[in-house]
């Protein structure tokens, strides 16, 4: 009787405890660049809100970024006829988990061919400067 009991006990607990499977390790990879970006953006955007909106690149130094940040990529920043871009290189993988991290954010994408895509049936215009094929924020600060 008492093994019985054992049994169903343990039969419980188990039906209780939820087993879900790992992610692959790709997914997790581009998580965290997604999480890096999103952080290097934050710190770029309180940079450029808190009043410093003169044109030009926008060193790292210069932001408050969180102790110990590492940058996982050559994320980059530059304001340019009155918008904030914040690109850096990244794979399809990583730009898709970037815009989920955002909420599919109309602001956030891929440099494509001098525009922000997905376009959302208009179209983002973004510089020479920004690589095709990055990871691309753009807003306007005016």
């Known amino acids: 009787m008492k093994a019985l009991v054992i049994l169903t006990f343990l039969l419980g607990v188990m039906a209780m405890i939820r087993f879900v499977p790992m992610e692959p390790v790709d997914t997790q990879r581009a998580r965290a660049i997604a999480v890096n970006y999103a952080a290097y953006r934050n710190a770029v955007y309180l ?28 994320w980059q ?8 871009y914040v690109w850096g290189p990244a794979s399809s993988e990583e730009i898709e988990a970037t815009r989920d991290l955002f ?32 990871l691309v924020s753009v807003v306007g600060i005016d």
């Open 77 to 84: 920043a530059r304001i340019d006829a009155g918008c904030l």
């Open 103 to 134: 909420w599919g954010s109309q602001a956030v994408g891929r440099a494509d061919g001098g525009k922000l895509e997905p376009g959302h049936g208009g179209t983002t215009p973004v510089p020479s400067f920004v690589p095709d094929g990055s």
């Open 47 to 74: 940079h450029v809100f808190n009043g410093n909106k003169s044109s030009g690149s926008i060193a790292a130094a210069s932001m408050n970024l969180p102790a110990g940040f590492a940058l996982l990529r050559s």
